[in-house]
């Protein structure tokens, strides 16, 4: 038993010594195995404290980067809106600058044309534009513009094509000194007067040489008393004819002024010749803009066309009529200021 005792103690010292020895080897294993993971730990950390150097140094760059790209996009930023801002003022200068040439024309002129052909050119450029920041600007000249169609304009060719035309009939004008020729109107109202005086003697001799045919063979007595009622009919017809030619004669005209019936024939020439010069001067006085000239040259056309010419005359009614309608007409008109259009601008741009 002792012995048994002795060769199992042998065998379990000799079992234990093996496990000691695969202990001592798995040990020495797990150790060379851990100082390869550790050396492969430290080659890897050195890796990684080398990238995480070169990561730093790369995002201190991309820092710098992107501070100067942001640095670039703000200088970026406010140089466009500096150059918006500075074709934003350059379009208001612009218009500005036209506005102003066109109200110097309209005042010049005295028309309104080329102050709403300015305010229209601008409004479509400003809406071809569309900027925002502008929309008060537009606005404003949609006003205007309604202000300058709403002020009216002279028509300056019509009035120029009425004066024309009255100096053209200024020479056909009958005047109060010189009697009106029995021709046209005159000539054919005395026709009608002499045929209808002529009526009764042609009827009375039809009516005498009817009877007197008709009585012929009755008796000498009827047909002297045919014969006598022939020449009694066509004697009241010839005294009828002279009563008009002698009453034609006379004319009783009542004048005004006595002294446009002292002007001689020869001088009726130099007085259409100044009536004429009066309007032609109106007429260049109007297109010249020059209102109150054409006021004071009217005036005198008018005067003269009252105290010289015969006022019952439907032309020189006609003349006057037309020269009154452009004295009516010919005014200086007031060129509206477009304000509403300047303080919005003056506004944009002090707002910058």
């Known amino acids: 038993m002792l012995a048994a005792l002795c060769a199992a103690a042998l065998v379990l010292a000799w079992n234990t010594q093996q496990r000691v020895k695969e202990l001592e080897q798995q040990l020495v294993k797990r150790q060379q195995d851990s100082s390869a993971t550790a050396s492969e730990a430290q080659v890897l950390a050195k890796q990684a404290q080398e990238t995480s150097r070169d990561a730093a140094a790369k995002v201190a760059l991309l820092d710098a980067r992107l501070t100067e790209t942001t640095l670039q996009r703000s200088q970026l930023d406010e140089l466009i809106q500096s150059l918006s801002r500075s074709r934003d003022e350059n379009v208001l200068t612009d218009i500005e600058a036209a506005i102003r040439v066109a109200l110097q024309q309209s005042a010049i002129t005295g028309s309104l044309e080329p102050l709403s052909i300015t305010l229209r050119q601008a409004e479509e450029r400003l809406a071809r534009q569309n900027e925002p920041r502008l929309e008060g600007v537009r606005r404003a000249l949609l006003l205007d513009l309604d202000r300058v169609r709403a002020a009216g304009a002279v028509d300056i060719a019509t009035l120029a094509m009425r004066l024309d035309e009255a100096a053209r009939q200024v020479d056909d004008l009958p005047l109060l000194s010189v009697p009106e020729r029995r021709g046209g109107m005159a000539a054919r109202a005395v026709k009608p007067a002499a045929s209808e005086a002529s009526a009764p003697w042609s009827a009375a001799s039809a ?22 009622e022939l020449l009694q009919g066509g004697w009241t017809a010839f005294g009828a004819r ?8 006379i004319r009783v005209t009542p004048v005004d002024q006595p002294e446009a019936m002292l002007i001689a024939p020869e001088q009726a020439y130099f007085l259409r010749e100044n009536l004429k010069l009066r309007l032609m001067n109106a007429r260049l006085a109007l297109l010249g803009r020059q209102f109150d000239t054409v006021q004071l040259d009217l005036r005198d056309a008018l005067s ?6 015969d006022r019952h005359s439907k032309r020189v009614q006609s003349v006057a009529e037309m020269v009154r309608q452009v004295k009516a007409q010919a005014r200086k008109v007031v060129v509206p200021r477009p304000d509403a259009t300047l303080a919005a601008m003056a506004a944009v741009t002090a707002g910058r």
Not at 210 to 217: C, F
Not at 242 to 249: A, C, F, I
Not at 304 to 309: D, G, I, N, V
């Open 207 to 228: 009516a005498a040489e009817a009877k007197a045919s008709a009585s012929a063979a009755a008796s000498p007595s009827q047909a002297q008393a045919g014969w006598s």
């Open 242 to 249: 002279v009563w008009d030619e002698v009453r034609g004669l």
């Open 304 to 309: 003269a066309l009252e105290r010289y010419f």
